[in-house]
């Protein structure tokens, strides 16, 4: 079996009048996340880690921020997309662990859901999904609440 490793990361601006989606789940929350799709960081992230591990360069280069066709488009399709990028090069997910950088809103009430939601779309156990929220104690953009960011880490496998 060959096994490799991905690393990644995303940051997005938070701001009024936008839905706050993290992990493939609405949150509610007074401001949202600022970008081209729904800007949904914690997917992002681990769609680059997978396209990284895989040795497939990066979430823009698959779907750039100036395309029509992604303008708005659910970060979860974009996850399933990417899990079958890497499924044509005859990879799977072993398991993935991600860390949500913010400040607000208090994010471990929605981690089970998340990892629900993010388990069904990669078609893996919810045991393989590990998702951590911290803050950065009021330190830098995240601690001024002006943007989110997410790192995620992923094992992929080849028979």
Not at 81 to 109: F, H, M, Q, S, W
Request: glycine content about 10%.
């Amino acid at each position: 079996m060959k096994i490799r490793v991905g690393l990644g990361y995303d940051v997005h601006q938070l701001v009024e009048g936008r839905e706050l989606w993290l992990g493939g789940i609405k949150i509610d929350h007074r401001l949202g996340l600022l970008g081209h799709s729904d800007a949904d960081v914690l997917i992002h992230a681990i769609c680059d880690a997978l396209l990284g591990a895989a040795n497939m360069r990066d979430i823009g280069y698959h779907f750039p921020d100036t395309a029509a066709s992604t303008l708005d488009i659910d970060s979860k399709i974009l996850l399933r997309k990417t899990i079958d990028l890497i499924a044509g090069k005859g990879y799977r997910v072993g398991n993935v662990d991600v860390t949500i950088c913010a400040e607000r809103p208090k994010l471990n009430p929605h981690i089970p859901d998340m990892k629900d939601c993010l388990a069904k779309v990669m078609g893996i156990d919810v045991e393989d999904v590990s998702i951590k929220a911290t803050t950065t104690e009021k330190l830098g953009f995240t601690g001024r609440e002006e943007g989110i960011s997410a790192y995620a880490v992923v094992l992929i496998e080849k028979d």
